[in-house]
Nanobody, 123 residues
Framework: QVQLVESGGGLVQPGSSLRLSCVGS????????IGWFRQAPGQEREGAGCISSGDSAGTTFYPNSVKGRFTISRDNAKNTVYLQMNSLKPEDTAIYYCAADKRSCHRADFTYWGQGTQVTVSS
């Protein structure tokens, strides 16, 4: 199994940038598709992007709400996956989670989850 820990959240102004980290332990994250999800107050959890593993390694997917602003990348030497968030908007405010699964990105039932990190975008 793999354990995941998110970090990098905080309070930022609209238009600013933030980079979240998802650090794995117990297993190599390059064996897993890694999804980023977010949950705003009073709303259901939604996907914020995913990076694939296996035959589709390196392929990324983003919902329209973040496409062009968010980028997912891997640093395998650090066993870390990043979510670079640019041009942040108040509606990006949420708790952000990373999740891992050995299957594809196109699913909601990721097996392993981190504890979440709070991102607040406000002036």
């Amino acid at each position: 199994q793999v354990q995941l820990v998110e970090s990098g959240g905080g309070l930022v102004q609209p238009g600013s940038s933030l980079r979240l980290s998802c650090v794995g332990s117990g297993s190599s994250l390059d064996d897993y598709s890694i999804g980023w999800f977010r949950q705003a107050p009073g709303q259901e959890r939604e996907g914020a992007g995913c990076i694939s593993s296996g035959d589709s390694a390196g392929t990324t997917f983003y919902p329209n709400s973040v496409k062009g602003r968010f980028t997912i990348s891997r640093d395998n030497a650090k066993n870390t996956v990043y979510l670079q968030m640019n041009s942040l908007k108040p509606e990006d405010t949420a708790i952000y989670y990373c999740a891992a699964d050995k299957r594809s990105c196109h699913r909601a039932d990721f097996t392993y989850w981190g504890q979440g990190t709070q991102v607040t975008v406000s002036s």
